[in-house]
């Protein structure tokens, strides 16, 4: 086993990472770029290195530097975790050719599996059901449009090299396929440096449940059951669970044995994930994950398996340490991602500062998080805070139990997902296990799910006005056996007993961050709610709009947001231009 491994990434990943690796005796070399500094990751670690500026390029995408760290550290292995570069075949293979042992697939796999379309050609020849779609890149506008014809709207416009939800469109006609193709495209040149697209049949509604394998170097592949991941928002998952609510022994039968073989036919060793379209009982090849999964968890909780360790075991040329005759699915696992985002702006990123911090527990209750009080959600990461899951013998007590930890949870300083997921979990479309994208694609129900304002200064928790000038102080009373808080104005009055009933100091309000963009209806003034930079601008100065038109694209925190009119009317005054940056606030266009 080795001695000394370097874990290439950061946040909770990195700190799920290690805490494998010190439960072993294994010592941790954690790497941080200049913002992260003060992370909790570069703590949790035994040694930190420092990689270089913010920017992932010069930091935590930088291959040289990161080879570097690990030579100086001396380190034995590298765990690449998820995102960056975990599914990189050429850093597996700069790692190999470094003496370091990737702990992950053989970069063969990795490139099998990373071009979507090879991937597909691959399952296929192997007898593995794909989606009805293309197998090789479609080249331009004018050749998708064929093929869109034959394959049948709506399609799904792929990034070859994509993953994670990024490069992933979607056109309901001939009319919306320009579009969804050269973003597609945009999004698998900046994520992937692949512009590559193929298209696929878009599957109206499908449940997407993925399979979880392990697969040695002695010739050992299983499976550890299934995971639903169909509750998304711009197809990236926001709540995973498992065992999946519509898959029964017989189909998870079948569907292990297809991811086991997918698996098998690219000589595949390590952690994977074969993902796949559920519609009634077929069940499609999507794509498969050469990496540990975000959600990998709520495998985790329902069978006692810790994948991470097995990846290491695998790694060190050991055998896997089960059987496929000893995995057995107990109870149910809910994740919900807790994200730096404001869903009732449909789910627009929201960086900032967390001023206040508590993390829920109790039984069946785990949090994999990478923040603490003082933490910087910064714009140029994942929005990805932390990740809550909860355990307990069925869907129904694990729904309830989240519902409990999810009310415990305190953020102060950012808008997060929490409202969201208490208010999804507490529907009647989640408790009859649909997929929730009528309510996701809903604008008014979203919009609900905006945060009441704080009270201000002078206002009490009732938002009545405090007299002015006069002290204020807070008692616990007892009245009959039950604690009250009472507010009381004016300067304190003798006491039989001054300990008794002590004055308390006013308990601190928690911070919470503006969620009302500064758009102007008086103004007509429509303004960037987003830090970020332009990569698209769908109008000119004269353009006549109507009410949700395209203005423009904005790139933030590793996802596209598109930037919509709220009125129907004339654009003026257009202020901004594609390649530039934009902050919070920063006056888009006027529309009259």
Not at 109 to 138: C, D, W
Not at 289 to 296: G, L
Not at 377 to 392: C, E, G, H, R
Not at 491 to 503: L, W, Y
């Amino acid at each position: 086993m080795f001695e000394r491994v370097l874990v290439a990434n950061r946040g909770e990943i990195a700190i799920r990472v290690m805490r494998t690796l010190r439960e072993m005796g294994i010592v941790s070399i954690g790497v941080y770029s200049e913002a992260d500094r003060e992370a909790p990751h570069v703590g949790e670690a035994d040694e930190a290195h420092l990689l270089g500026p913010p920017v992932p390029a010069e930091s935590y995408l930088n291959v040289g530097k990161l080879l570097e760290a690990a030579a100086k550290a001396g380190a034995e292995a590298v765990h690449p975790g998820y995102g960056f570069l975990a599914e990189n075949a050429e850093f597996a293979a700069a790692c190999e050719d470094a003496g370091l042992t990737f702990i992950g697939p053989p970069a063969s796999a990795i490139e099998a599996m990373g071009s979507k379309t090879r991937a597909r050609e691959l399952m296929s020849q192997a007898g593995v059901p794909i989606v009805p779609g293309t197998t090789s890149p479609v080249e331009s506008v004018a050749e998708a449009k064929r093929q869109a014809k034959e394959i049948g709207y709506p399609v799904a416009c792929k990034a070859a090299g994509g993953g994670g939800g990024k490069g992933f469109r979607v056109a309901a006609s001939e009319k919306e396929l320009k579009d969804a193709f050269e973003g597609a495209s945009r999004e698998g040149e900046k994520f992937f440096s692949d512009p590559s697209v193929y298209l696929e049949r878009y599957l109206e509604d499908p449940r997407h449940v993925e399979v979880q394998v392990l697969a040695d170097a002695h010739g050992n592949v299983i499976h550890l059951g299934e995971r639903d991941c169909s509750i998304q928002r711009r197809h990236q998952k926001l709540i995973e669970e498992s065992p999946a609510p519509h898959v029964d022994d017989g189909m998870r039968e079948r569907i292990g044995k297809i991811a086991t073989d997918a698996a098998t036919a690219v000589d595949y060793r390590s952690a994977g994930t074969v993902e796949g379209l559920q519609t009634g009982e077929d069940y499609f090849f999507l794509e498969m994950n050469t990496r540990v999964q975000v959600e990998h968890c709520v495998t985790e909780m329902v069978t006692g398996i810790d994948i991470v360790r097995e990846q290491l075991l695998i790694a060190a040329g050991e055998e896997l340490s089960v059987s496929q005759e000893d995995v057995e699915l107990r109870g149910h696992a809910i994740e919900c991602r807790i994200n730096a985002e404001a869903a009732h702006k449909n789910f627009a990123p929201a960086p900032g500062r967390i001023t206040s911090y508590r993390e829920p527990g109790g039984p069946g209750v785990r949090i994999d998080s990478g923040v603490v009080a003082g933490s910087e959600v910064t714009p140029l990461y994942d929005p990805l805070i932390a990740k809550l899951i909860a355990w307990d013998t069925d869907r129904e007590r694990a729904t309830a139990r989240m519902l409990r930890a999810l009310g415990e949870y305190e953020i102060g300083g950012l808008v997060t997902l929490v409202p969201f997921h208490r208010a999804i979990l507490d529907t009647d479309q989640w408790r009859n296990a649909e997929t929730c994208r009528d309510l996701i694609g809903d604008r008014k129900w979203l919009k609900s799910l905006e945060p009441s304002p704080e009270p201000s200064a002078d206002a009490g928790g009732d938002q009545a006005a405090e007299p002015e000038g006069l002290d204020e102080r807070t008692y616990q009373v007892e009245v009959d056996g039950r604690l009250h808080s009472v507010r009381v104005f004016g300067a304190a009055g003798a006491s039989a007993n001054p300990g008794a009933g002590a004055g308390l100091r006013r308990p601190p309000r928690r911070e919470r961050a503006a969620v009302d963009g500064p758009r102007s209806s008086a103004t007509e003034t429509l303004v960037s709610p987003i830090q970020g930079t332009v990569l698209k601008v769908a109008v000119k100065d004269g353009d006549e709009v109507e009410d949700g038109a395209l203005i423009c694209v904005i790139e933030a925190m590793k996802m596209e947001n598109e930037i919509t009119a709220d009125r129907p009317g004339k654009v003026s005054q257009l202020a901004v231009k594609e390649g530039a940056s934009v902050a919070a606030g920063d006056v888009i266009a006027k529309i009259e």
